[in-house]
Structures are given as structure tokens and as C-alpha cells.
């Protein structure tokens, strides 16, 4: 008897069920990322979807990766060239 054809004396529901999900597995969050027009941020917040498909314990290196990504965004923007700075003030001190 082949084990993968069900018996035909069950109803079609049963030989139809899907097994049941597993309370432990992953499941993703479907929390929402909006895109925020600057490609390395939205990179980090993308790689969050990561720890949508990783048991709890894999969560961690993903969001020190998404950490890393963000740090050096905002670090980014520190190196940025700005306005020249206002020339020190000229003469004597009192």
C-alpha cells in the first residue's frame, strides 16, 4: 500500500487537511517597512524580514546585522561636507 494516496473511505476534508502549524516554528511578523528613500537604511529595515523565516534564537544576528547598517548610516551622515565653518573671531581677547 502506497503511503503518499489517502484511503478512499475518508471524506475529502479529511484526506485534504493541511497537518497542523507548529506553535514553535517561525512565523514572519508582517510588521511593515516603509521604504525611506535612502538606499542603506532601507537595506537594514529589508534584512529585518530575515528574522521573519529563523527561530528566536537566530533573531540575533540579524538585528545586530540591521544595527551595524544603521550606525554606519547615521555615521554616514556625521562625514557629510557641510557649510564651511564661520572663520574664529579676529583680534584681542579681554
Known amino acids: 500500500m502506497d ?3 489517502p484511503p478512499r473511505d475518508l471524506p475529502a476534508e479529511a484526506q485534504q487537511a493541511e497537518p497542523e502549524p ?3 516554528a517561525p512565523a514572519p511578523l ?4 516603509t521604504p525611506t528613500g535612502d538606499a542603506g537604511v532601507d537595506a537594514a529595515l529589508t534584512r529585518l524580514g530575515d528574522a521573519d523565516h529563523l527561530a528566536t ?3 540575533i544576528e ?3 546585522d540591521v544595527h551595524r547598517g544603521l550606525r ?4 554616514a551622515l556625521d562625514v557629510r561636507p557641510g557649510p564651511p565653518a ?3 573671531p579676529s583680534g584681542p581677547r579681554s
Open 3 to 5: 503511503d503518499a494516496v
Open 22 to 24: 507548529d506553535p514553535a
Open 30 to 33: 508582517n510588521v511593515p517597512r
Open 57 to 59: 534564537d537566530g533573531h
Open 62 to 64: 540579524v538585528y545586530e
Open 72 to 75: 554606519d548610516a547615521l555615521t
Open 86 to 88: 564661520p572663520p574664529p
